[in-house]
């Protein structure tokens, strides 16, 4: 688990999955809790409605984990321009 969040890179990459996922989620869940709630059943639409609630988590949960990635990687800079000097 430290090897994923100890690079930067991975962890950024990371970031845009959960990302590009939680805006799907949101648009899925958007589609099919406001717009095809006639045509679908009581338990797609509860699934709709879930993923309402469980995309802006992961658009969340992607940001702060950029945040993190670019602070690491600032870091990491940081410390080069230190040994350099």
């Not at 100890?6 to 406001?34: E, K, N």
Request: include cysteine.
């Amino acid at each position: 688990m430290t090897s994923l969040f100890g690079s930067p890179q991975r962890l950024l990459q990371l970031s845009h999955l959960f990302l590009w996922t939680g805006v799907g989620q949101l648009l899925l869940g958007i589609a099919g809790a406001y717009c095809l709630d006639a045509q679908l059943g009581l338990l797609a639409q509860v699934s709709a409605h879930g993923l309402v609630i469980l995309g802006p988590t992961l658009i969340k949960l992607g940001y702060v984990m950029r945040l993190t990635a670019h602070y690491q990687m600032r870091q990491e800079e940081r410390e080069l321009a230190c040994a350099v000097a």
